[in-house]
């Protein structure tokens, strides 16, 4: 069971990427899903989570209606689309998920996924 998280990189602020999740060892169509963060002293904050009993999105305030989480069960790859970014976004995102049922809140708020991804940098800086 494999998480590979990518697309992280330098961008100015206003600017757009997209991370990427590839899983590998099992298929992500089942599960819960979700981006976390972590800004250096701070501690890790549920960024976007997926429910997986009715497929609802959970967004932390700070990102809502920037960010956008989805997945391609063809590809077994979870996505976070980052649009406006901000020097607040810089951090380590990380990718998760799990069987644990829950709404989208919960998952992101409590630490119940299952596997983790290694992270990938975003920096956000002109």
């Known amino acids: 069971v494999q998480l590979q998280a990518s697309g992280g990189g330098l961008v100015q602020p206003g600017g757009s990427l997209r991370l990427s999740c590839a899983a590998s060892?099992?298929?992500?169509?089942?599960?819960?899903i979700g981006w976390f963060r972590q800004a250096p002293g701070k501690e890790r904050e549920g960024v976007s989570c997926?429910?997986?009993?009715?497929?609802?999105?959970y967004y932390a305030d700070s990102v809502k209606g920037r960010f956008t989480i989805s997945r391609d069960n063809a590809k077994n790859t979870v996505y976070l689309q980052m649009h406006s970014l901000k020097p607040e976004d810089a951090a380590v995102y990380y990718c998760?998920?799990?069987?644990?049922?829950?709404?989208?809140?919960?998952?992101?708020?409590?630490?119940?996924?299952?596997?983790w991804g290694k992270g990938t940098l975003v920096t956000v800086s002109s």
């Open positions: 998760a998920t799990g069987d644990g049922d829950g709404s989208g809140w919960y998952l992101c708020h409590n630490d119940v996924m299952e596997y």
């Open positions: 060892g099992f298929t992500l169509d089942n599960n819960a």
């Open positions: 997926v429910s997986k009993s009715d497929g609802s999105a």
